[in-house]
C-alpha cells in the first residue's frame, strides 16, 4: 500500500509512472536509478508490501554530507511534478508465490492515484531470442570465383544453433551486396490495447520494434505463438493484467546478459528518452550520452570491496 | 548462462531472482494435493506468540497487550548475549511471553512441542525487550511484525535494535581485511532524533533480514528507531564482539537501564565459558 512521507497523499492525477521489473540484469531498476538521480526526483512515499523481501540502507541518491542519512527501504515513490512524471523504485526481489499478490495491489493503487499511464522497463534474456528477434538471416559470406570470402563487419550467431532459415533466404549465397550492415537492435516495446489508441502514431514514427510474438512452448513445434518475456520477472504478469484491467501500460525492455549492466541501462534511458524527450535530444556524438546521466552515489562498488594490498 | 572454467555452459542463477517462470507454471500445474501440502507448510512456518506461564496465544499484538516506551530487540547470539549480561541483569524483569516459529533452518522438526527452552524470542518486560536467537526467514518477518507491533502503529516508543553482520558483508574501498573489526555502525529512521554513538552506515551497504524489516516498519510509520549493528569477523558468540556493543550503553536509548557494568562483565564471561564447554567436540 502506499504510505506518503507527509500528512497527505499527493495529487498524481494525470501523471505518468515510471516503474522497474525486478528483471535479468536489474536493468529496469538500475534505469530507474538513473532517472531518479538526474532528474533529482523527491521522495513522497513509500509503497509498504509485505512482498518484496526487506531491505534498508542510506539514500542511494546522497549528493551530500546533509542529505547522504536519510533512510531508504526497499519500495519508494519519488516524483517530479513539473514533468509530471511519478517514479516507483524496487529495491529487492520478490518473496516467494508474492509476485502476482504485488501486481495485484500496484495496479489497484495505480488505478486510485488516478495515473494516466504506465511505463515499466524491463530486460528480458539475450540468450533466449528466437532467429526473428536475432535477425541474423543478413549473412554476408560471399562466394568469389575460388573461395569464400568473409565481410569484415559480420555478426556471427552460431550458424550450427540455428533453425533452417526462413522460406526465401540461403545461406552461403547472399550475392547482393548490402550497402550497409544491418544490425538487430535489442530494444523492444509493448503497448496494452487502451495505451495504444493513444501513443501509436509517436510510436510508430520512432521506428521502434514491436515484441514479436514466440512458442508459448519453445520445445513444441505446433503450440501457440503468444508473447514471451523470459527473464523478465513480473512484466508479463503485469502487462497481462493491465490489458485486462483497461490500464494505460508501456513496456520498454532490453534483450540483455549478466554481467556489467550499466551500459544496458545507459542504453535502455535514452530509448525512452526518445519518447518522453526527459532530457534534451541526443547529438550525434555518442560519448555525451553517457555523460548526461548522472551516476547515483550507490552504484560505488558494485562489485565488490577493495583489494588487500598484500594480493599483489 | 555461463561458461564453467572446464568449458560446459551451466545455467547461472539469475541476480535478480526471477524465476517465477517456473513459478507461475507450478500454479497452473498445482493439483488438489499440492496446495494442501502447500497450506500445511505454511501453518507450520506460522508465528506464534504465546503467553509465558498459559502457553497460549496472544489475541492481540505484543505492543497493544504490553505498551512500552523504550522497545529493545536483540538479534543473532553476540547481540542476546549483550543485552542479557548488560541490560537485564539490572533490574527486575519479567517474561511475558515467546514468538515461537519454525522454518528450514530450525534443527527440530516438532514444531507442537516446542519446549521453554527451545523458544526462540523470548520477550521480558520492563520496557519490554524481546531477544531473538534464531533465523526468521524472509516471508516470517513480516508475520513476525504484525504479531509484535500490530496494525496501528505507535509513535510514542523509541526502538532500538542490535544485531551482528560479518564484517565481508562491509562494502569499502578498502580491503576489508585492514577494517579493525569489530566495529558499530548505525542506520537510523526520520524521527530519531538523537545522536548514535558511531557512524551511521555509508552507502552503498545495506541490511536485510529482521532487522530491515523492523527498521522498514519505523521508518514508514514515523516511529523513532535506530538499528545498532556490529561487524565482526567472528559470528558464533564472542566476547570481543559482545564487548563492541558497550558504547550503546551511554546513549539515551539504554540509559537508566544499565547499572552494574562490573557485574554485567563476570555474567558475560560466565555465558562464555558454558557456551565454550558445549561447543567441544571431543566431549
Given at each position: ?50 512482498c ?5 540502507g ?7 554530507e546533509?542529505?547522504?542519512t ?6 519508494e ?28 495491489k ?8 488516478g ?44 550458424l ?11 545461406r ?15 530494444f ?70 549478466e ?18 524527450q ?32 598484500a594480493?599483489? | ?24 507454471e ?14 500445511q ?15 497460549t ?15 529493545i ?52 518486560h520492563?520496557?519490554?525487550n ?22 496501528c ?16 558483508d ?79 550503553l551511554?546513549?539515551r536509548?539504554l ?10 562483565t563476570?555474567i ?14 571431543y566431549?
Open positions: 500500500m502506499f504510505v506518503p512521507c507527509g500528512e497527505s497523499a499527493p495529487d498524481l492525477a494525470g501523471f505518468t509512472l515510471l516503474m522497474p521489473a525486478v528483471s535479468v540484469g536489474n536493468v529496469g531498476q538500475l534505469a530507474m536509478d538513473l532517472i531518479i538521480s538526474t532528474l533529482n526526483m523527491s521522495k513522497i512515499g513509500y509503497f509498504y508490501t509485505d518484496l523481501v526487506p531491505m534498508v542510506n539514500n542511494p541518491y546522497a549528493t551530500t546533509g542529505n547522504s536519510e533512510l531508504s527501504i526497499n519500495a515513490v519519488y516524483s517530479l511534478p513539473s514533468r509530471k512524471l511519478v517514479a516507483l523504485q524496487l529495491r529487492s526481489i520478490f518473496i516467494k508465490y508474492k509476485s502476482k499478490p504485488f501486481c495485484e500496484l495496479l489497484s493503487w495505480v488505478k486510485s492515484s495515473c494516466a499511464r504506465v511505463i515499466v522497463l524491463s530486460s528480458s534474456h539475450s540468450y533466449q531470442r528466437n532467429d526473428l528477434q536475432l535477425r541474423s538471416f543478413y549473412l554476408f559470406i560471399f562466394e568469389t570465383e575460388s573461395c569464400p570470402v568473409t565481410q569484415a563487419g559480420v555478426q556471427w550467431h552460431g550450427s544453433s540455428l533453425q533452417p532459415p526462413p522460406p526465401g533466404f540461403k552461403f549465397s547472399c550475392l547482393s551486396l548490402l550497402s550497409s550492415w544491418d544490425y538487430s537492435t535489442p523492444r516495446y509493448l503497448l496494452t490495447p487502451s495505451m495504444q489508441k493513444s501513443v501509436q502514431n509517436k510510436i510508430k514514427s520512432l521506428n521502434w520494434e514491436e515484441m514479436e510474438k514466440s512458442r508459448c512452448i519453445p520445445e513444441i513445434d505446433d503450440s501457440e505463438f503468444c508473447i514471451r518475456i523470459p527473464g523478465g520477472g513480473i512484466t508479463k504478469t503485469l502487462y497481462d493484467e493491465s490489458c485486462s484491467k483497461e490500464i494505460q501500460m508501456a513496456v520498454l525492455l532490453k534483450f540483455v546478459s554481467g556489467d549492466n550499466i551500459p544496458d541501462a545507459l542504453g535502455l534511458v535514452e530509448y525512452l528518452n526518445e519518447w518522453l526527459i532530457l534534451k535530444p541526443l547529438s550525434d556524438d555518442p560519448t555525451v550520452s553517457a555523460s548526461r546521466w548522472k551516476i547515483p552515489s550507490s552504484w560505488r562498488l558494485l562489485f565488490g570491496s577493495g583489494l588487500p594490498p594480493l599483489f | 548462462m555461463a561458461a564453467t572454467f572446464f568449458g560446459e555452459v551451466v545455467k547461472a542463477p539469475c541476480r535478480a531472482g526471477t524465476e517465477d517462470e517456473e513459478e507461475e507450478e500454479g497452473r500445474r498445482e493439483t488438489p494435493e499440492d496446495r494442501e501440502v502447500r497450506l507448510l505454511a501453518r507450520k512456518r506460522e508465528v506464534r506468540l504465546l503467553r509465558r506461564q498459559t502457553k496465544s496472544l489475541e492481540v499484538s505484543l505492543l497493544e497487550k504490553y505498551p512500552c516506551s523504550k522497545f530487540i536483540a538479534i543473532g547470539n553476540n547481540a542476546v548475549a549483550f543485552l542479557s549480561s548488560f541490560v537485564m541483569n539490572s533490574g527486575v524483569w519479567e517474561e511475558v511471553g515467546c514468538a515461537k516459529l519454525w522454518n528450514e533452518w530450525c534443527r527440530t522438526t516438532d514444531t507442537t512441542h516446542l519446549s521453554s527452552t527451545e523458544a526462540f524470542c523470548v520477550f521480558y520492563l520496557k519490554s524481546p531477544s531473538c536467537s534464531c533465523y526468521v526467514a524472509e516471508d516470517q518477518q513480516y508475520q513476525w511484525l504484525e504479531k509484535v507491533f500490530g496494525s502503529p505507535r509513535k510514542n516508543m523509541q526502538i532500538t535494535i542490535l544485531t551482528c553482520r560479518h564484517v565481508t562491509y562494502k569499502t574501498s578498502e580491503s576489508t581485511g585492514s577494517l579493525p573489526s569489530p566495529f558499530l555502525r548505525a542506520l537510523k529512521t526520520q524521527n530519531f532524533k538523537d545522536s548514535a554513538c558511531c557512524p551511521l552506515l555509508e552507502q552503498p551497504n545495506i541490511v536485510h533480514d529482521l532487522p530491515a524489516a523492523v527498521l522498514s516498519y519505523c521508518q514508514v510509520w514515523k516511529i523513532p528507531a535506530i538499528l545498532y549493528l556490529c561487524y565482526t569477523d567472528v559470528m558464533k558468540l564472542d566476547l570481543i564482539t559482545v564487548e563492541a556493543f558497550k558504547p550503546i551511554s546513549t536509548s540509559k537508566g537501564l544499565v547499572k552494574n557494568i562490573p557485574q554485567s563476570e558475560l564471561k560466565k555465558l562464555m565459558t558454558t557456551n565454550e564447554i558445549q561447543s567441544n567436540i566431549t
